[in-house]
């Protein structure tokens, strides 16, 4: 694989895990895509995987506001008006 693309593989395979059931590998796949995102500099796959974080974890998590904000913050960033769209939505229903 190639190193750029570890981070967007992360984030699908957080994505997949979440649709089979596993919240856990979901949620620990999301955390690794930012993790490698932000040490590759790769702003997008960030902030999906942040979006999704804030999107599923439990709502008691102190995290799921940081995660949303920053995921905000980096699609403002990119200009990515649809991003912004569901982050702001997303933001809305309370998160």
Request: net charge positive; glycine share 8%.
């Amino acid at each position: 694989m190639f190193s750029f693309a570890e981070p967007a593989a992360k984030l699908w395979r957080g994505c997949e895990a979440w649709l089979s059931g596993d919240a856990p590998r979901a949620r620990a796949a999301w955390r690794d895509c930012v993790a490698l995102a932000m040490a590759k500099g790769t702003a997008y796959e960030e902030a999906r995987a942040r979006l999704e974080l804030a999107r599923h974890l439990p709502s008691e998590d102190p995290s799921r506001g940081a995660h949303l904000t920053r995921a905000l913050e980096r699609f403002e960033q990119m200009g990515t008006r649809d991003d912004v769209a569901r982050a702001k939505v997303l933001r809305g229903s309370g998160v």
